[in-house]
């Protein structure tokens, strides 16, 4: 059996635009740009027809590429019509329906294409070679915004927070830092939890159980959120670093009962200071199915021996298995720094990376 040609593609998505750099050993390197929405975009230069316009020039789709696809114009969203076919030389696009009249000179469209962003720059570099997914072996590496964006944009699932009796305002009073040092009245810090179960359960500090928790009134309070509409939740305990038992057998409880995403917080981020374990725990939970149900998307267009890692806030790549929401935060700026620092052993600087820094920033 003939081996497959290995193709890297090395993608960065970002809340506009998705960068793609191909490589194949025995082709080189090649590049591509699209839009993070997942569409293909152009601009309209003739209408020839009822059913057929022309393009402008540079329009870079491969033939049949577009075949079948929905098309949107400009001004009239909820239209849409089907390509019958496109003919890249002429960039001529025929439609199987009639054009609506206001489209003209200008008019711009966007072709749905149905995949997310890295997919759809993947299948058009493999298009422009006239490859098959099925033909080679892929392997992405992929750095996204899609979990920064829904923090600052509030598009998470709130999770219910489990948490020690006696602190239910823990990331309410966070650290007292404001945001406005000097206001008279200050905005209290947003939390991403809408609703916070207090637990009577304690581990001392040396992690012995000084409290079990009574696991029947978890699950009664949490069936009854379970039957409202929660499905994510957060478990947080004091000096659960040492001990994590007790978050372990409470998420259990929950899973139990149907909560499909819950982090303990010792698994997240196991750090002494509570108060930061416990608010990693609530992100991890607040974005995790947006995280998940997105690399899934992405993982199951890159066929059956294809591989995924996916870029963290530590600058390195982690295997799509392990990644979690926080891990991809502060992914685009740690990676800038690694990708500088290489650059700069590669050009043969003597000088350490801030020298390099500091000359790109005067330049």
Not at 69 to 88: A, C, H, M, R
Not at 155 to 166: D, K, M, Y
Request: charged content about 25%; some cysteine; proline content about 4%.
């Amino acid at each position: 059996m003939k081996n497959k040609e290995t193709w890297d593609f090395f993608v960065d998505t970002g809340g506009t635009f998705t960068d793609c750099l191909a490589h194949s050993d025995g082709r080189g390197f090649f590049r591509t740009k699209v839009l993070s929405r997942g569409v293909l975009s152009a601009q309209v230069d003739a209408v020839l027809s009822p059913q057929k316009l022309r393009l402008e020039s540079g329009t870079d789709w491969p033939k049949k590429f577009v075949n079948g696809k929905k098309v949107s114009f400009q001004g009239n969203q909820d239209l849409e019509l089907t390509i019958l076919e496109w003919y890249p030389e002429e960039s001529i696009l025929v439609f199987e329906n009639t054009l609506p009249s206001e489209v003209g000179p200008e008019t711009a469209i966007e072709v749905k294409m149905l995949w997310e962003a890295p997919i759809l720059a993947m299948q058009l570099l493999l298009a422009r070679h006239g490859l098959e997914l099925h033909e080679i072996s892929v392997r992405m590496r992929l750095a996204t915004t899609r979990c920064t964006n829904a923090l600052l944009e509030s598009s998470g699932e709130n999770p219910v927070l489990f948490l020690t009796a006696g602190f239910p305002d823990l990331l309410e009073i966070g650290d007292q830092r404001r945001n406005q040092l000097f206001d008279l009245i200050p905005e209290k810090r947003k939390t991403l939890s809408e609703v916070v179960v207090e637990v009577k359960e304690r581990i001392d500090r040396d992690g012995e159980v000084l409290t079990v928790p009574d696991f029947e009134e978890v699950r009664r309070k949490a069936e009854k959120l379970f039957a409202s509409g929660y499905r994510c939740a957060a478990v947080s305990f004091l000096h659960s670093y040492l001990n994590p038992d007790h978050e372990i057998q409470v998420a259990e409880v929950l899973r139990e009962i149907g909560f499909e995403h819950v982090i303990e917080s010792s698994k997240v981020s196991p750090l002494i200071k509570w108060r930061s374990r416990c608010e990693s725990a609530v992100v991890e939970s607040y974005l995790c199915r947006i995280l998940e149900d997105y690399l899934d998307r992405v993982e199951s267009e890159l066929g059956e021996d294809g591989e995924l890692l996916v870029n963290s806030s530590s600058g390195g790549l982690i295997n799509r298995s392990q990644y979690r929401a926080v891990d991809s935060l502060l992914s685009g700026p740690a990676a800038g720094v690694v990708g500088a620092s290489i650059i700069e052993k590669r050009c043969g600087f003597s000088k350490d990376f801030l020298w390099l820094y500091s000359h790109c920033w005067k330049a």
